[in-house]
């Protein structure tokens, strides 16, 4: 997960000191907003960067990838379900990371409702991945091989030696 990371490399340049005034110790309020507003929050850069476009940014190129009317509404069905479905299970994550933390912070955490928690959060993690990859799967099946290509490339993403963006 994207928090992950940034908390990671944040650990590496300072002390936990200045998480301690957050409302969820493990989520910045970056996070927190990012999850609950169902932003891809780098959940999809596999498909991304592999020639595997992401509905919200071929909408917002749609006339430059001339979109025919069918596929600008399969894009626009594929986006909207995974909005839905990425704004519940990041509302449902911030609200177990919420109940961990306030468990750690009562002092009534036990090893079995420790277990419960992040292993709910983990599964739905893994949903909310599935959610933005799995958008990106439908919307490239919407576009040719051509409009993948013109996408790649103003996106900025130069094919590496021997990758195809192929076709459906």
């Keep these: ?13 300072t002390s936990y000191g200045a998480m301690t005034s957050r409302h969820i110790k493990a989520l910045s309020h970056e996070d927190i907003q990012g999850l609950q507003e ?13 020639s595997y476009p992401g509905p ?6 749609a006339a430059d990838l001339k979109l025919t009317v069918d596929q600008r ?17 990041g ?4 609200d177990l990371e919420r109940q961990l933390d306030e468990a750690f912070a009562a ?17 739905r993690q893994g949903k909310l991945r599935y959610a933005h990859l799995a958008a ?9 091989a051509e409009q993948i290509k013109a996408y790649d490339a103003a996106r900025g993403y130069g094919l590496e030696k021997g990758a195809h963006p192929g076709h459906h």
Aim: charged share 20%; hydrophobic share 50%.
């Design 136 to 144: 990106h799967l439908t919307t490239r099946a919407a576009l040719t």
């Design 56 to 61: 919200k940014h071929v909408l917002e190129m």
């Design 1 to 13: 997960m994207h928090s992950i990371l940034a908390v990671a490399l944040l650990l590496l340049n």
């Design 73 to 89: 509404t399969r894009v626009q069905q594929s986006h909207d379900e995974m909005k839905s479905s990425a704004v519940a299970l």
């Design 107 to 123: 002092g009534n955490i036990d090893a079995k409702r420790l277990r419960e928690l992040t292993a709910a959060i983990a599964e």
């Design 91 to 94: 509302r449902e994550i911030v």
């Design 38 to 50: 169902g932003r891809g929050m780098g959940f999809a850069l596999a498909a991304e960067l592999n």
